[in-house]
């Protein structure tokens, strides 16, 4: 006859299995979601907007994305429409403009150009102006003086009532010193002044674990942008989406699931033209289940 003990330990193991079993079956069976709404990027059609702004947005809106990104084109990132203007042609077609990526560097040295560009995305109705760019820096004071320059901006922005962020690229995900700058970027910045946006390419061409990365600063993340690649001898191509090597229904579940609340698809090289790829990223992401 088998102990008193040791049936509680089999029992007790038994019951752990079905428990893990059951956790499984939960996880595997979870609801899939759609990722509605979506939104594009606009540097995805650098080479169309400034002739015509608002035809190429009509465009975009017709093709299913709900949310545009902008950047900082050589009439700004209004496109040369003051932000009532804008505002007023967004709501006609459907559309929200939720973010600004905009030249950090120059803006954040000159108070004026700072407030100029806060006053025009509060006016436009964005939540987000959005560094896209920094470069690697060589030491860690270069970094910890970036990390100062986000907080001082991030106060200035916050103060009209938006969010300001950085937007990765491979650079930030690769060791200095053993060390991530992304990693040192999310621990030394104030969470209240400093919120990020992740390009789920670039974190994945540097090689870091995208759920590993976001099980850890999951919460620090607001925005992604969602772009493929290939590597072709050894460089990253990108491609339309799901035509590359980025697993999206595991990765954009990841994103879901740590509250990630802006997907925004960019693309920056075409097999044929920007808005034949734009059109075929669209219809991807009205079907992908993740």
């Not at 709501?91 to 560009?117: C, E, N, P, Q, Y």
Request: charged share 30%.
């Amino acid at each position: 006859m088998m102990e008193r003990r040791e049936f509680l330990k089999k029992s007790g193991f038994l019951a752990a299995g079905a428990l893990s079993l059951n956790a499984w079956n939960a996880f595997a069976n979870a609801p899939k979601k759609l990722i509605d709404p979506f939104g594009v990027q606009l540097f995805s059609v650098r080479d169309l907007l400034p002739a015509d702004p608002k035809g190429v947005m009509e465009k975009l809106a017709k093709m299913g994305y709900k949310q545009f990104e902008s950047f900082a084109g050589a009439k700004g990132f209004l496109w040369g429409m003051e932000p009532k203007e804008i505002k007023s042609f967004l709501d006609g077609i459907g559309v929200d403009m939720v973010s600004t990526h905009f030249d950090f560097r120059k803006t954040a040295a000159d108070a004026d150009s700072l407030k100029r560009s806060i006053d025009m995305a509060h006016g436009a109705g964005l939540k987000y102006l959005i560094c896209p760019w920094i470069g690697p820096q060589k030491t860690w004071d270069d970094w910890k003086k970036i990390a100062a320059d986000f907080n001082r901006v991030g106060e200035e922005v916050k103060k009209a009532g938006l969010k300001f962020g950085y937007h990765n690229h491979d650079y930030s995900f690769k060791p200095l010193e053993g060390k991530l700058p992304q990693d040192f970027l999310l621990e030394n910045t104030d969470p209240k002044l400093v919120m990020f946006e992740l390009d789920l390419c670039w974190i994945d061409v540097a090689g870091v674990d995208t759920g590993a990365h976001l099980k850890k600063y999951g919460k620090r993340y607001e925005l992604c942008h969602v772009k493929d690649y290939k590597k072709e001898n050894g460089k990253p191509v990108q491609n339309d989406l799901g035509e590359g090597s980025v697993d999206f229904k595991k990765t954009l579940r990841l994103a879901l699931d740590s509250g990630i609340k802006y997907f925004l698809v960019e693309q920056e090289e075409y097999p044929e033209s920007p808005l034949v790829s734009l059109d075929k990223d669209a219809k991807y992401m009205k079907k992908l289940s993740v």
